[in-house]
């Protein structure tokens, strides 16, 4: 059974930092493209950044280039997402999802490709 953990969210001020981990189970993590989304209060679930397999390749959402950073620590499982600047439209819950297809080398935007998700955790950017 695969699960994934996010953490690490929670109140910071605009301008502020946050890193997100995700940790996963029940699958060789090593070998899947991760991806991060968000939905934010009344609104649709949206992508923010993912990363292939093998770490080479990041995809990033237009809102978020240049402030966000993605990467992985295949020896714990974890993927990472480094937000700094953050603004208040920031404020969402960020999921963590997995790409079941194995050494895939598209960090997708799209949440169809991924299969596994997160339960989420909550990030509040107060201006």
């Known amino acids: 059974q695969v699960q994934l953990v996010e953490s690490g969210g929670g109140l910071v001020q605009a301008g502020g930092s946050l890193r997100l981990s995700c940790t996963a189970s029940?699958?060789?993590?090593?070998?899947?493209?991760l991806g991060w989304f968000r939905q934010a209060p009344g609104k649709g679930r949206e992508f923010v950044s993912a990363i292939s397999w093998s770490g080479g390749g990041t995809n990033f959402a237009d809102m978020v280039k240049g402030r966000v950073t993605i990467f992985r620590d295949n020896a714990k499982n974890t993927v990472y997402l480094q937000m700094d600047s953050l603004k208040p439209d920031a404020t969402a819950v960020y999921y963590c999802a997995a790409d079941p297809t194995p050494y895939s080398n598209m960090a997708s935007p799209a949440a169809g490709r991924y299969r596994y998700w997160g339960q989420g955790t909550q990030v509040a950017v107060s201006s």
């Open positions: 029940g699958l060789i993590f090593s070998r899947n493209a």
